[in-house]
């Protein structure tokens, strides 16, 4: 089955700073890649997606990037702020009938003032 | 709408006592999902369903149940409640397959004495 693999599991920025988490992932069948950010004490929420007919997409301040070949993807966060602190996670999903999406263990970002 | 509730918000069992999480949703969705949190290990998924009346199995289904009799309700059931299922579980839903954005809800806090 998918495995997904993220990295760094901890990141500390300064605002305004720039910061970039990755992810790989094993079943060349994936086709689908969403991120979502949980909040302390809330469920997570979806805030980016990509699927393999693309190799970047762009939201404000964030953006993916995928490499199909090399099975990985990327969240990239611009000017990051305060409110930018909170656990990312990636996940990767073959999109097919009965399948679900597999995450990978998150990320804590820190941004500080 | 409501979006995906989940009840109750916290629960202390003790071992070998059973219980049940509700998760139920108001936005028609076909797919829904029970997730476990642990701290380093991220989103791990217990069971999903893909519509009314059926069920599978996930990551880590080991020790829980779950039913999804009515489309807009999914069940998770510990009959026999262990230490390790200490967690926090999150439901989730999303409209028709793993490839749509997925809603959670706030969670159940689960301490398992």
């Known amino acids: 089955g998918e495995n997904v693999e993220q990295h760094p599991s901890t990141l500390s920025v300064q605002e305004g700073d720039s910061a970039v988490i990755k992810c790989t992932y094993s079943?060349?069948?994936?086709?689908?890649f969403p991120w979502y950010k949980q909040e302390l004490g809330k469920g997570p929420q979806l805030i980016i997606d990509?699927?393999?007919?693309?190799g970047e997409k762009k939201d404000q301040r964030i953006a993916v990037t995928l490499n199909k070949t090399a099975k990985h993807f990327s969240l990239h966060i611009t000017e990051t702020q305060p409110e930018d602190s909170a656990v990312y996670f990636c996940?990767?999903?073959?999109?097919?009938?009965?399948?679900?999406?597999?995450f990978g263990k998150g990320t804590t970002l820190s941004v500080s003032s | 709408n409501a979006g995906v509730t989940q009840t109750p918000k916290f629960r202390v069992l003790k071992t070998g006592q059973s219980m049940t999480l509700l998760c139920a949703q108001d936005?028609?969705?076909?797919?829904m999902y029970w997730y476990r949190q642990d701290p380093g290990m991220g989103l791990r998924l217990i069971h999903y369903?893909?519509?009314?009346?059926?069920?599978a199995k996930g990551e880590v289904p080991d020790g829980y149940n779950v039913s999804r009799l009515k489309k807009q309700n999914f069940l998770l059931g510990l009959e026999s409640a262990a230490p390790s299922q200490t967690s926090v579980y999150f439901c989730?839903?999303?409209?028709?397959?793993?490839?749509?954005?997925?809603?959670f809800g706030p969670g159940t806090r689960l301490t398992v004495t």
């Open positions: 079943d060349s069948a994936s086709n689908y």
């Open positions: 990509i699927r393999s007919n693309v």
């Open positions: 996940a990767a999903s073959t999109n097919q009938a009965g399948t679900a999406l597999i």
């Open positions: 936005m028609n969705h076909e797919y």
């Open positions: 369903s893909v519509g009314e009346g059926t069920t």
């Open positions: 989730a839903s999303s409209l028709l397959r793993s490839g749509d954005e997925q809603y």
